[in-house]
């Protein structure tokens, strides 16, 4: 079957890597190159925070982790870290996906993957590359448009206005990069708001964040990048004398609930917000399975 994926994030790449590997003929059309979108700016932690619906986001983080544990190589390490909450929880959903998950007082400790997202993307663009799909840079207006047996509509922000849906919203995000001093462990405390989170790369950590819903722009501020180190280094007393290497803005595509469903011969996989690198094994398997 000859089938367009719309968007060359990390979900149009995932389903177009499941796609052609299932025998299909597969043409990835993005109005950006994986290095330019949202999920270039991830910091690549494997959890879904408040994503929903909580039970599908579970299962599709579970196929995740373990994609991401087989693969390995450049860009993927599975690394243990602690998600501080202000207290106590009930065990979310996912914690099915993780390894080695306890609680310390109100710290949730698990071992979960780390993705180095620029490294990865260029990784997972080359692997479908050579497995036959084509790449297509323009925009999208219309799926209709498409030529195509089937299209799958992974255009993350852009994906809600190809839909008709006015249900997503950009939720902006900035994060600051240090360089790594060899730190073995991620952290995130989601007890602060805004939260604080260090991931740790080897050549570099991500450090975060923000989420500001409506933002517009991508332009970095200052004074946030500024908040952000001191909290992180407040987090992670070894990053004190780490080098700032940059601040980066992105904006997550949040939608109420993650959309995967098929109408017609469109399969609609958007609106992942802040868990799409988390997601998108789990969704590239699940859109597979609504090609039929
Ligand atoms: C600061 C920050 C930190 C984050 N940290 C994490 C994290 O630690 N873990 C995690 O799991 N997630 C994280 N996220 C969320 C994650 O980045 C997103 O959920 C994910 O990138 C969404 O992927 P996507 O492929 O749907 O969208 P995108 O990466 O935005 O890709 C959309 C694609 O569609 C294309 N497109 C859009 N409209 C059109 C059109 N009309 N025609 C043609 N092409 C079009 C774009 O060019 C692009 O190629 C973070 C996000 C931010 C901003």
Not at 241 to 264: F, M, N, S, W
């Amino acid at each position: 079957m000859r089938v367009a994926v719309v968007g060359g994030g990390v979900i149009g790449l995932s389903c177009a890597s499941r796609l052609v590997h299932a025998g299909h003929a597969v043409t990835v059309i993005s109005e950006g190159k994986p290095s330019e979108t949202t999920s270039a700016i991830a910091g690549g932690l494997i959890y879904p925070p408040g994503t929903r619906p909580f039970d599908r986001c579970a299962a599709w983080t579970s196929t995740s982790v373990a994609e991401f544990r087989g693969m390995g190589g450049p860009g993927i390490r599975m690394m243990p870290g602690r998600l501080i909450h202000a207290e106590r929880v009930p065990d979310p959903e996912w914690t099915v996906a993780m390894d080695d998950v306890a609680w310390e007082g109100a710290t949730l400790t698990f071992t979960t993957a780390v993705v180095d997202t620029p490294v990865y993307l260029d990784r997972l663009a080359a692997g479908v590359a050579s497995a036959g799909v084509r790449f297509e840079y323009r925009r999208v207006h219309d799926l209709d448009d498409v030529d195509a047996d089937l299209v799958v509509n992974a255009a993350g922000l852009g994906g809600g206005d190809l839909a008709g849906d006015d249900s997503v919203r950009a939720v902006g995000g900035q994060v600051v990069h240090l360089a790594d001093p060899g730190l073995t462990e991620w952290a995130c405390n989601q007890g602060l708001d805004p939260v604080a989170y260090v991931i740790p790369h080897g050549t570099h950590v991500v450090c975060g964040g923000t989420e500001e819903p409506g933002r517009p722009d991508v332009d970095p501020d200052p004074d946030v990048a500024a908040a952000i180190v001191r909290r992180c280094r407040e987090l992670v007393p070894a990053l004190a004398d780490a080098p700032i290497l940059g601040t980066k803005v992105g904006l997550r595509p949040y939608r109420p609930e993650v959309r995967l469903e098929r109408v017609g011969d469109v399969i609609h996989c958007y609106g992942h917000g802040g868990a799409g690198i988390t997601l998108s094994w789990g969704c590239a398997d699940d859109v597979l399975a609504l090609v039929g």
